[in-house]
Every structure is written in structure tokens, then in C-alpha cells.
């Protein structure tokens, strides 16, 4: 993301050999205005559902939530900052891209789900997209995907060797790669079971004008498939010193059902304040793809537009770099692995049949609600746990054999061995499960 925000003085830039940040919008190159031409000539298929306003499924989420690596984050981040580049022309970009792709192909997919990753190959340029798939083995009849995006690819603006120069690029946007990754993990090992299908993408060529984002959300609409909502990840590491760490909610580029939402799942799950309203001036980062495509689209930033790590992009003249990993506060990334989580989870869901059950409501059963002498509590001396999924987390119906929180749960409410474990079935744990926290 290309965001030229504070004036400089100059005897600071003398001092960090760089040019200040100006006002220039370097991602506004003649492939980006032809590419946005394509956009006019095919208009995407509405949402087939009207967004929600406020978060309904938190019992399914908050679990989720709990389980976020801050480790594993890190890893990730930092491995992809050692690619010298992630140049949109270069070998390495190539690699790069395909390591994420390898990173995906690792995680294994829990029972009821398939997950499938591919490179998406752009015509102009070698640098692949990588989007990856995740669904239930046997979907609903709810219409339309959830997506959420980031880019991976880097410039290196005052670099000796020009904009494909080394740059680590851990804030832009390794930053958000990380943050869309962990909510991809967090969802397999846990064993959640979306609604309708959930897409995962990491973006080519986004500093050299969307070109990846454009191609893809043109492709989406011309093929008519049918997108709920689109959630864009850009920045999501740096906290200005002295500043207080939000969430920036961006009004422009974006539609006002999907940033209404954003706003609502941030509150809701990010565990930081919101700040709204922001906006960039121009196609800043690839939500415009999706906008300009006739697409939901929100974006949520790492802070308030004019709080915002004002060297992207760029190096010192002398090569070194600026965007490095020590820029980087983790518990802010993990805020927007949270945030990304509730969006997709709860968009997953919506409209599919699941009852969503607010976390202070009083969980429903089918049938008697037994007293909790009738009901032996699980214990520690309950089999190995076999279950396909963990009790905290809804999906596909559990077997009373799988572990004792589950048999104490199917003895009381055999809907959740039966059918599905739904969110009454987790919310139970806390009744009917010692020692057992969702």
C-alpha cells in the first residue's frame, strides 16, 4: 500500500538518507487505468444477501479466537521478509508465492471440509496470486463466498536498483499475510466447518498499480460468482509511538453495508478501538479492486490514516532498508488476525441455517434440559480424545464415544450426536463439561 502521509522535515530525511514521503500515488500507473478499464465493461452479481449489521455467531468465534499463535504469526512474518524482494517481475516473487502456496498445502483439513489452494498466473507479469479455498465437504444451499485479501508483493522506492530492489516489506505488507494466514490455520485446527465457502488471497503485483486484485475481482464478475462481502488486509503492524493501537476503518473505495460490518466485528472481536471514517483519496490498496468490480468491499487498517508507518515502500539510497521486522508490534497483527476471523466466520454463516446464539443468551436444547446431577460431568478419566473436531468449536456432529465432554453433552442433548455440533452444543460445554472453558 502506497500511503505518502507526513511531512518530513529535512533534516530528518538527510539524517535516514531517504526522500520524505510526498503525495505522489505510485500504484496509479497506466497498467492500473487500463486495468480499471476492464472493470467497466462487466458488472459482478449482487450480494446474494443483505449484510448484516451487527456480529450474531460470538460463541463460534470467541473459541476460535482463543486459539491464535502469536509464535506461529511471527514465523510466518519473518519468513517471508527473507525473501530479498517479493518483486512482482522477479524469481523471487515467484518463490515467494510459492511458499505461501506450500504453507497452505500444509495445514490439514479437518473431517467435513476440503481445502485446496492453487497460483493464480497473471498474463503480463510472472508473479502468481495465491488464493486458497476452504469449505465443508457437504456445503449448504447458501449462494455466494466470503473473501478476504492482502498483497504480498514489494516496491523499493529510492532503492539504487529501483523499485524491484531488496526490501523485506515486513509492514507492507507482510504484516497482513501473516495476520490472513493465522486466521486460515486457526480455522483448520480447530475444525471449523464453514457455512458457504471462504476464499483466502495474497495479491501479485498490487504496488505496481492492483494489477493482481483487478485481474482476479474482473475475472469473479465475469464469471457471475457471487460474493457476499470482500475484506482487504493491508498494513497491520505498526503502531506509531505514542499513539493508542486501533483498527482503521476506511470509507472510501469500500461500500457502506460491508465497512457498517467491519466496524461491528472489530468492536466486537478485535479487542481494540475503532477509528472511522479514514480514507486514502485514491485506489490505495486492492478493496478498490473489489469495489470498482461492483463488489461488498471494507478495509480495516493498521491506524488512523495519518498514523500510518510512513515509509512503505521505501529504502534508504543506499539500499538498506526501512520496512523491517523491528517495526513490527505482533499483538497488533494478532488483532487483525481476530478481526478477519469474526468477519469471515459470521459471513460464513449468516444465512445458512445455523441459530445463532448470542453469548448471553441461555443456551436451548431439544428436549428437557437435565439437572446437572442427572448428567455426569466429564472427567479426567474419560477415553482419549478421538473427536473430529474440538467441543468448542462448532461442525459436524460428534460421536458420545469421542471423548467424555461429548458423551456428558449427547446424554443431555443428543442433537449434537445426531445432527450437528451447532453453537447450543458448545455453549453446554460450560454446563456439562469439567474443567472445560469455550
Not at 145 to 165: K, L, S, W
Not at 306 to 323: K, Q, V
Request: glycine share 6%; with cysteine; charged share 15%.
Amino acid at each position: 500500500m502506497l500511503l505518502r502521509l507526513l511531512p518530513i522535515l529535512a533534516a530528518i530525511s538527510c539524517v535516514l538518507a531517504v526522500p520524505p514521503p510526498t503525495a505522489d500515488k505510485d500504484e496509479q500507473t497506466p497498467e492500473f487505468f487500463a486495468a480499471k478499464a476492464l472493470m467497466q465493461l462487466v458488472a459482478a452479481p449482487p450480494s446474494p444477501i443483505t449484510m448484516p449489521t451487527a456480529v450474531a455467531f460470538q460463541t463460534t468465534v470467541n473459541p476460535l479466537l482463543t486459539t491464535i499463535d502469536i509464535k506461529k504469526m511471527e514465523a510466518w512474518l519473518v519468513k517471508l521478509t527473507q525473501f530479498p524482494e517479493r518483486y512482482y517481475k522477479s524469481q523471487n516473487g515467484v518463490d515467494a508465492a510459492k511458499w505461501i502456496r506450500d504453507t497452505v498445502q500444509a495445514l490439514t483439513a479437518p473431517a467435513g471440509t476440503k481445502l485446496t489452494v492453487s497460483l493464480y498466473s497473471h498474463p503480463k507479469w510472472i508473479q502468481p496470486t495465491v488464493i486458497a479455498r476452504y469449505e465443508a465437504v457437504n456445503p449448504t444451499s447458501a449462494e455466494g463466498i466470503v473473501i478476504a485479501g492482502t498483497h504480498f508483493d514489494t516496491y523499493a522506492i529510492g532503492h539504487p536498483n529501483g523499485v524491484g530492489g531488496a526490501n523485506p516489506a515486513a509492514d507492507d505488507c507482510a504484516s497482513g499475510g501473516s495476520a490472513l494466514f493465522e486466521s486460515l490455520r486457526v480455522m483448520t485446527t480447530n475444525g471449523f466447518i464453514p457455512g458457504r465457502p471462504i476464499e483466502f488471497h495474497w495479491y501479485a503485483a498490487e504496488e505496481a498499480g492492483l494489477l493482481g486484485s483487478y485481474e482476479v475481482a474482473n475475472d469473479y464478475a465475469a464469471k457471475g460468482i457471487k460474493v457476499v462481502s470482500y475484506l482487504n488486509l493491508d498494513q497491520s503492524g505498526y503502531v506509531k509511538k505514542g499513539t493508542t493501537p486501533v483498527i482503521g476503518i476506511f470509507a472510501d473505495y469500500t461500500t457502506a453495508a460491508a465497512t457498517k460490518f467491519v466496524t461491528a466485528t472489530a468492536k466486537a472481536y478485535s479487542g481494540l478501538p475503532v477509528v472511522e471514517n479514514q480514507k486514502c483519496g485514491y485506489e490505495c490498496t486492492d478493496n478498490a479492486a473489489w469495489f470498482d468490480a461492483g463488489y461488498n468491499s471494507a478495509l480495516a487498517f493498521e491506524s488512523s490514516f495519518a498514523n500510518a508507518f510512513p515509509y512503505n515502500d521505501r529504502t534508504n539510497s543506499d539500499g538498506s532498508p526501512l520496512d523491517t521486522f523491528d517495526k513490527i508490534d505482533m499483538n497488533h497483527v494478532v488483532a487483525f488476525a481476530k478481526n478477519t476471523i469474526g468477519f469471515l466466520v459470521e459471513l460464513s454463516l449468516t444465512g445458512t441455517g445455523v441459530t445463532p446464539v448470542p453469548s448471553t443468551t441461555t443456551a436451548k436444547t431439544t428436549g428437557p434440559v437435565p439437572t446437572s446431577s442427572s448428567v455426569p460431568p466429564a472427567t479426567s478419566s474419560a477415553p482419549a480424545d478421538t473427536c473430529v473436531h474440538k467441543v468448542c468449536v462448532t461442525g459436524v456432529k460428534l460421536t458420545s464415544t469421542c471423548n467424555a465432554c461429548a458423551k456428558a453433552i449427547c446424554a443431555a442433548d443428543s442433537y449434537c450426536c445426531s445432527s450437528s455440533w451447532d453453537a447450543t452444543c458448545v455453549k453446554e460445554v460450560a454446563q456439562y463439561c469439567t474443567g472445560i472453558t469455550c
